[in-house]
């Protein structure tokens, strides 16, 4: 049952325990039945066997007296009720026996193993004459010097099975139908009573996304607790890193202001070999400091409940400004973008990742930019939607050691371009911290081509 539902478990825990109580349940209402059924029907021949005891008792008695016990099946041959009463006491005694029996006999039960009860009767199943299952009683009876008789009587227990197998058809279809109506009963309760929990996750995978930032709306005392303590847990996260932006804003104020004055001190010593040196050491420094600091910026914020940004508005304010930065250069920058396109993230990051792709793009191109922004559906169920940024440009592009060169930080193949070398780095380490990423490889326009992947929504 892994991966399954909390409520299918619960569903079919409930079916299986409800199965097993009606089954059960069913079993020993079936047997009670039976037995009591039985029970009547032995207590019939008990009043049949104490009639013929009285009558075989009667003293004076006719050798022709035809016993009436007033049922007219032990008239009707072979109905499958029977009596007989057989002497004991001599050798091959008188046997005197009900017409329904017509010529046969019925079976002893001493002869089959069956003891005598406490009242001391015989009773049993036993074969009649024609087949049937015959529930069958006998008792001795001792006259003294009148002599000693085994008085029977048998009854067909058809009319026990008949009767039992009715009760059980009645049963069998009461307890489908209460099993149902209880099946039903189960599923509203779990569909209701996990809906609070629904809701919850629902709430959840909002903030998540960034459609909301607590859980709000009314629980069950039940489920009270949990969302009290998740708003809890979400307001001590942006505590916590808002404490770290505040700590990262302080240390770069704390390292920049030196290395500033150590620049200005050895920019007026240009000359001097040494201050030349510290002077380039230094924009080495300042250079690290600033990517490091832009990276904690970053870890720091993307911890927290994501935000939403739309991309089309955000690349077309982008294209304008890069239109304009290269207005000299006359570089077309076309822009198609899915309008439901989201990004999972702060707009200043997707802004600077997608900025530094196209201004290199700009940079490299001949005359032409292409940016294009598709969305990629969750390849597998419970993941998001993937955003696909990918620029083009129609430049001179790159070969596979070049692309290979131009991702490591501070890397640059022309120095007669502008720039630190640091814009794919910074990119890659943005999208990195994103669960993103960034590859390079050669344009159907003819130039580069750099896909940025980014989580969507």
Not at 209 to 238: K, M, Q, Y
Not at 286 to 307: F, K, N, P, S
Request: charged share 25%; glycine share 8%.
């Amino acid at each position: 049952m892994r991966g399954s539902s909390l409520a299918t478990r619960l569903f079919l825990s409930a079916t299986a325990w409800l199965v097993v109580i009606l089954a059960i349940t069913g079993f020993v209402l079936s047997s009670v039945y039976r037995d009591a059924t039985e029970r009547a029907f032995d207590r019939r021949l008990n009043l049949y066997l104490r009639t013929l005891i009285a009558e075989v008792a009667t003293p004076d008695e006719p050798a022709d007296h035809q016993f009436q016990l007033g049922e007219p099946l032990f008239e009707l041959p072979l109905s499958g009720w029977y009596w007989q009463i057989l002497r004991t006491d001599v050798e091959k005694g008188e046997t005197r026996a009900s017409r329904s029996l017509w010529d046969k006999k019925l079976p002893k039960l001493e002869d089959q193993g069956f003891e005598l009860t406490a009242a001391g009767i015989r009773l049993g199943y036993v074969d009649g004459p024609e087949g049937q299952t015959l529930r069958m009683v006998e008792r001795p009876v001792d006259l003294g010097s009148d002599g000693r008789f085994l008085v029977s009587v048998a009854g067909d227990a058809s009319e026990i099975f008949d009767e039992t197998r009715s009760f059980d058809y009645y049963l069998g279809g009461t307890f489908t139908a209460l099993g149902i109506v209880l099946l039903l009963t189960t599923v509203f309760q779990v569909r209701f009573g996990l809906a609070p929990l629904k809701r919850i996750s629902e709430a959840i995978a909002d903030i998540r996304s960034g459609r909301a930032e607590r859980l709000e709306g009314r629980f069950p005392v039940e489920i009270a607790p949990l969302a009290r303590e998740t708003n809890a847990l979400i307001d001590a996260n942006r505590e916590i890193v808002e404490r770290a932006r505040t700590h990262v804003g302080n240390l770069a104020h704390a390292v920049k202001t030196p290395l500033s004055v150590i620049v200005n001190e050895a920019s007026t010593h240009v000359a001097d070999p040494f201050a030349a040196k510290v002077l380039e050491q230094a924009e080495v420094m300042r250079d690290q400091v600033a990517h490091h600091l832009e990276r904690a910026r970053i870890a720091a914020r993307v911890t927290i409940v994501a935000t939403v940004t739309e991309v089309a508005p955000a690349l077309e304010a982008l294209r304008r400004t890069m239109e304009k930065i290269h207005r000299d250069r006359d570089i077309i920058i076309e822009l198609k973008a899915d309008p439901s396109a989201k990004f999972r993230g702060e707009r200043q990051d997707l802004e600077e990742m997608a900025g530094n792709l196209v201004d290199n793009a700009c940079k490299w191109a001949a005359s032409q930019v292409s940016i294009e922004v598709m969305v990629e559906p969750p390849a597998e169920p419970g993941a998001g939607p993937r955003l696909h940024i990918i620029v083009d440009d129609d430049g001179r592009g790159l070969s596979a050691a070049e692309r290979a060169q131009v991702s490591r930080r501070g890397q640059r193949l022309d120095e007669s371009k502008p720039g630190s070398g640091l814009g794919l780095s910074i990119v890659t380490d943005l999208a990195g911290l994103y669960g993103g990423s960034l590859s390079l490889r050669n344009a159907p326009i003819g130039g580069l081509r750099a896909e940025l992947e980014l989580p969507g929504v």
